[in-house]
């Protein structure tokens, strides 16, 4: 059992606590309850990196843009794909400067269908470039609801422009209220916590790379959500597909 449990904990880079790896076993036909992994991970000092705090920064809205309503209203659940999309941005410091990461996720499956890093942060380069990921990624056929802070990247014209002819409605969170977006919070808090306070990015190359790795190998693929029933966000994807298909 303790072989186990070191193989899964050095297969999720040493994220994963005690709930995570009972999960994993247990799918991979092993029985082990979350108390007893718990109790021989304290045993032999096998302990989750997961100890930074996360400190929520929210966007300058300082802009004479127009603002869309708050539509999502915290109800961050969806009944199928490409319902409701979320999209924020964060910071991720290197030797050379900082870059942008801007993601947009749908809350069907939490997966992150579209992302960009840039080096600045303006619009073509960050909420355009991962709305068009997005896009390409996750087809829109029914009607979206996108929905993000009230950060200039969203509410500037070459935003709003990509929008114009899809059926799609814009909301923003009220103004410095980052609750009203939860996941897509959520997503930075996972991303900084498990990989960027761990490393000290020599190169914007360097951080694109581990950036890249996380998202697409770790994250969307590999990575157990409990508010997916500790399933991945391909996985869940999948069954929406499967069943969209049987309908």
Not at 122 to 141: D, H, L, Q
Not at 180 to 190: C, I, L, Q, R
Not at 194 to 215: C, D, G, M, P, W
Request: glycine share 4%; charged share 25%.
């Amino acid at each position: 059992m303790l072989a186990a449990i070191k193989k899964v904990y050095q297969q999720s880079d040493g994220r994963y606590g005690s709930p995570r790896i009972a999960v994993e076993l247990q799918q991979q036909g092993i029985w082990a309850s979350r108390p007893r992994v718990a109790r021989l991970m304290r045993k032999h000092a096998i302990r989750s990196i997961i100890r930074h705090k996360y400190r929520v920064q929210t966007t300058d809205s300082n802009h004479s843009f127009a603002l869309a309503e708050n539509y999502l209203n915290r109800n961050f659940y969806a009944t199928r794909l490409a319902e409701k999309w979320v999209s924020d941005l964060t910071y991720i410091k290197t030797q050379e400067g900082w870059l942008y990461l801007t993601a947009v996720l749908d809350l069907a499956d939490r997966k992150v269908v579209g992302w960009a890093l840039s080096e600045t942060m303006e619009a073509e380069v960050t909420s355009v470039a991962a709305w068009r990921m997005a896009v390409r990624n996750r087809p829109i056929t029914q009607s979206l609801l996108f929905h993000s802070d009230q950060g200039v990247q969203d509410a500037c014209q070459p935003f709003p422009n990509q929008l114009k002819g899809m059926p799609v409605l814009q909301s923003m969170s009220r103004k410095g209220n980052c609750w009203d977006n939860a996941v897509a919070e959520s997503f930075f808090k996972t991303i900084k916590t498990e990989l960027i306070y761990h490393q000290k990015f020599t190169t914007r190359q360097e951080a694109r790379l581990a950036v890249f790795e996380y998202i697409e190998g770790w994250y969307n693929r590999k990575r157990r959500h409990s508010v997916l029933g500790y399933r991945t966000p391909c996985h869940l994807e999948s069954l929406y597909l499967e069943n969209s298909i049987a309908a």
